[in-house]
């Protein structure tokens, strides 16, 4: 397990350690917690990130968009 330091104001770190002590755990835990539902959150674009071509395809698309040249929500094929 790797170690890194975390930077918070100092008020914010009062309060998630008044959390942990209120709910009995290390401050550690509740930091890998968020961490694990942060990652969660980001799956899908991570995945998305992840097909070929699909940045440059976006791309496209909104200089399409910027240009006029789009194509309406009912032309697209399903």
């Not at 170690?3 to 401050?27: F, V």
């Not at 917690?33 to 959150?41: F, S, T």
């Not at 998305?48 to 698309?61: A, D, Q, T």
Request: hydrophobic share 35%; with cysteine.
């Amino acid at each position: 397990m790797g170690a890194t330091t975390l930077r918070l104001p100092e008020e914010k770190l009062k309060l998630i350690r008044a959390i942990a002590g209120y709910e009995n755990k290390p401050l550690s835990k509740i930091f890998e917690e968020l961490v694990d539902d942060y990652i969660e959150r980001h799956k899908e674009t991570l995945e998305l990130l992840s097909i070929p071509g699909f940045i440059e395809e976006c791309r496209e698309g909104l200089e399409d968009i910027r240009k006029g040249a789009g194509k309406d929500i009912n032309e697209l094929e399903n």
